[in-house]
């Protein structure tokens, strides 16, 4: 008996060896480099020690283990290939997007959560295209503009609460009070609802949503074990996302139901539900199930709440850091706006997103900052990269290192210093195409980037147009959170000076 156990003992960490062997021997056998990988754990290690995140790991890929735009790395043991080249990296997303429409899909068995599965982020295939499609007239100009008002009675609250800040303490923290701004932002626009978080410390709708950014290795480790094993992880109930999402889908469930009773706003759950009203109506291929039913709405609200919210609000945050560690960028900016104001009145839609040294200061902020400091792909049919021997196989994880190209001296010159000037239309041209990507690229890039943009470029030029601003003393430099998939800098204090009436 002891001989037997023994026997399949050794068998087992025998197939285990060579299977460990095998999976990690993916890149060496099709000549790509990749760091030296533990046994089973892959790269995990150095990914989740990576100080000061994810992004630290994949600079060392992108700077020490690419080799004709190409590098390797395995998370576990699923192989993951970096594209580092602007011309490939414009090939797979665009050009040949029909190989890489897909990302890692993070979805729950469980049987009451409608929360997450049909968001437009975690769909996939056939699915994600229909469901892109029906969304995207909600993103149009025309529709953002009608809810620019929002945006700015939003902001306006903002700048009350900051000036009461201000009056009371020698510094404001500015990433706080921006995270209060785009949650009452979002949770208007997309909910309709008032969270009113500056009035309110203990404000639910922040207290909801802060879980889905905890940092952490074992946060990463789920992440990372659900993606690599969704069966088994899916049989355990293993979820990613905290039990938060079921507070939000409740809300999403009781607003649907009040618009049902005719209550109207023109934010984007009206928008999808007239989408979802035209889906039914269309006489379009009857043989197509209908895709927008209310689980797939519920998902999209609670999506734009958590994209939405720290992204957006580190955007904000970092753009006032860097303009008070410029002054005279932050001068410059200011005038610009000042005159919009005194040709216009006000802030307007058009004034604000035609404002140029507005966008290049935003722009510049997002290379040196992208929120999302990566982009990912899933290889959804077999596929040989241009002008190489490599063949990308079928369910291989591509990801576009964005932050390093974001640093990248071959593409910016003096790549740590603040210029938005790179971004003004007299130097654009200097700009290699797909070396800036904050909204990602190609069909599958940001949906929302002009709603975020314009929410940040109101959010701002509110900020500018009644504070200036100094880094706080004491406050050296941008300290990014560990453990984190997203850009976030943990405070941003900043002294806000109110400026005279003219
Ligand atoms: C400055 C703020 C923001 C940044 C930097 C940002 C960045 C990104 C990036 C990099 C992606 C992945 C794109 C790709 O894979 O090519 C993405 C996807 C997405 N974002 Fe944003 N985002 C921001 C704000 C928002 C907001 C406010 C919303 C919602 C109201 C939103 C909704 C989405 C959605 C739904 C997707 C998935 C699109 C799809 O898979 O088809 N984002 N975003």
Wanted: aromatic share 10%; with cysteine; hydrophobic share 40%.
């Amino acid at each position: 008996m002891m001989l037997v156990t023994l026997a399949l003992m050794a068998l087992l960490v025998t197939s285990l060896w060579l299977y460990n062997k095998h999976r990690l021997s993916y890149w060496a056998k099709r000549g790509i480099l990749s760091p030296p990988g533990l046994p089973l754990l892959g790269n995990f290690v150095d990914v989740v020690m990576g100080k000061p995140g994810r992004w630290a790991f994949d600079e060392k890929v992108y700077r020490n283990y690419t080799r004709e735009g190409l590098g390797g790395a395995y998370i576990l043991l699923s192989p993951i290939l970096y594209i580092a080249d602007p011309e490939m990296i414009k090939q797979i997303l665009v050009k040949d997007f029909d190989h890489f429409s897909d990302r890692q899909s993070f979805t729950s068995l469980h049987k009451n959560d409608k929360s997450m599965n049909e968001s437009l982020f975690n769909l996939n295939g056939e699915k994600w295209k229909r469901l892109r499609n029906l969304m995207t007239p909600a993103f149009t100009s025309g529709k953002l503009k009608n809810m620019f008002h929002l945006v700015c009675e939003k902001a306006d609250t903002l700048k009350a609460f900051c000036l009461k800040e201000a009056a009371k303490k020698p510094f404001v923290n500015v990433k706080k009070a921006c995270g209060r701004f785009t949650i009452d932002t979002i949770a208007s626009c997309a909910f309709g609802l008032e969270c009113n978080s500056f009035e309110d410390e203990d404000a639910v709708f922040p207290a909801k949503v802060q879980p889905f950014f905890a940092a952490g290795i074992l946060r990463i480790f789920k992440f990372m074990l659900v993606a690599t094993f969704p069966f088994i992880t899916g049989l355990m109930d293993v979820g990613v996302f905290p039990e938060e999402k079921f507070f939000f889908q409740q809300v999403a469930e009781e607003t649907i139901a009040a618009r049902r009773k005719g209550v109207r706003r023109g934010d984007f759950l009206d928008l999808l539900l007239e989408a979802q009203a035209s889906e039914e109506n269309s006489s379009d291929d009857q043989t197509k199930a209908k895709i927008l039913d209310d689980a797939t709405i519920i998902s999209q609200s609670i999506l734009f709440i958590i994209v939405g919210y720290d992204t957006t609000a580190t955007t904000i945050a970092i753009a006032s850091y860097l303009l008070s560690k410029n002054p005279e960028v932050q001068q410059r900016l200011r005038q610009e706006l000042q005159e919009i104001v005194k040709e216009e009145g006000k802030l307007t839609y058009q004034g604000v997103m035609d404002a140029k040294y507005l966008d290049a200061c935003i722009m510049e902020t997002l290379r040196l900052y992208p929120p999302a400091p990566n982009l990912e792909r899933v290889c959804s049919k077999d596929y040989k990269v241009p002008g190489t021997n490599i063949t990308v196989r079928k369910g291989d994880i591509i990801e576009v290192p964005i932050w390093s190209i974001h640093h990248d001296e071959k593409y910016w010159p003096e790549a740590e210093v603040y210029n938005p000037d790179r971004f003004m239309p007299e130097n654009k041209a200097d700009i290699v195409p797909y070396t800036h990507m904050p909204f990602g690229g190609g069909p599958r890039n940001c949906i929302a980037m002009r709603f975020a943009l314009m929410e940040a470029k109101v959010a701002l030029s509110t900020l500018l147009l009644t504070f200036d601003m100094k880094t706080a003393p004491g406050f050296r430099d941008i300290d990014l959170v560990n453990g984190s998939f997203l850009i976030m800098p943990s405070t941003v204090n900043l002294v806000l000076e109110p400026l005279g009436e003219e």
